[in-house]
């Protein structure tokens, strides 16, 4: 029978040399990932970070992995503890790292094994400036960045800040892969436009996983 509300097969579309969209790539997995997130979310809550500069991320952040990326007035770094809970992080689940690996994979980049996930949530308004994924020691890994829920307009440049931007529209279930050539262009996300998902509510949720060391 046709089911007009089946997944749709994921498809590949470039973005830059070494950087790719795998879009819906994550639909199926969805339902299981966003369960986690709010597991691991009463472990590590939630928290609005603030940057050396002295101003609070609009974007909402927690850990999962054996270590996490953190701000604070004296700067970024990725820590074993979570500076909240003074406790580790919570270990990474199964079935991220299983979509991570298979879409680093996917995207030309295998033996990925990420040691750190950062999960964003964006409200309404929420927004991240462009910014280089640049404090990790490892720069041979990919970034591999899950979108979940509402949809949000990435942007993509080079790298320098002021290289011209491809923008793209993020949707629920897309993966994005940049590394070797792009793997330090510069990226953003612009500001979340308010509107309700059917699994996510008022919220776009976003998985960047790494390997740090
Ligand atoms: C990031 O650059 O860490 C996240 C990008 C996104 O939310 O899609
Ligand atoms: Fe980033």
């Given at each position: 029978m046709l089911d007009l509300f089946a997944d749709e097969m994921p498809w590949q579309e470039p973005l830059a040399e070494g950087a790719v969209i795998l879009r819906r790539f994550a639909c199926a997995d969805a339902p299981r990932l966003l369960a986690q997130i709010a597991q691991l979310a009463a472990i590590s809550p939630f928290r609005q970070m603030v940057t050396p500069g002295g101003y609070t991320m609009s974007v909402a952040m927690t850990n999962c992995g054996e270590v996490g990326w953190t701000t604070d007035r004296h700067g970024y770094l990725y820590s074993?503890?979570?500076?909240?809970?003074?406790?580790?992080?919570?270990d990474m689940p199964g079935i991220f790292k299983k979509l991570s690996d298979a879409a680093s994979t996917a995207a030309?980049?295998?033996?990925?094994?990420?040691d750190a996930c950062l999960i964003n949530r964006y409200a309404p308004g929420a927004k991240l400036s462009l910014h280089q994924?640049?404090?990790?020691?490892?720069?041979?890994k990919p970034i591999v960045s899950v979108s979940l829920g509402l949809p949000a307009v990435f942007q993509f440049g080079g790298l320098k800040r002021n290289f011209p931007l491809k923008r793209v529209m993020l949707e629920h279930g897309d993966v994005v892969v940049w590394g070797g050539p792009s793997r330090l262009f510069y990226h953003g996300i612009l500001p979340l436009k308010a509107a309700l998902h059917p699994l996510t509510g008022e919220y776009r949720f976003n998985l960047t996983f790494r390997h740090t060391r």
């Open positions: 074993t503890m979570d500076p909240l809970t003074s406790q580790p992080w919570p030309g980049y295998p033996d990925f094994a990420p994924d640049k404090d990790e020691l490892n720069l041979q």
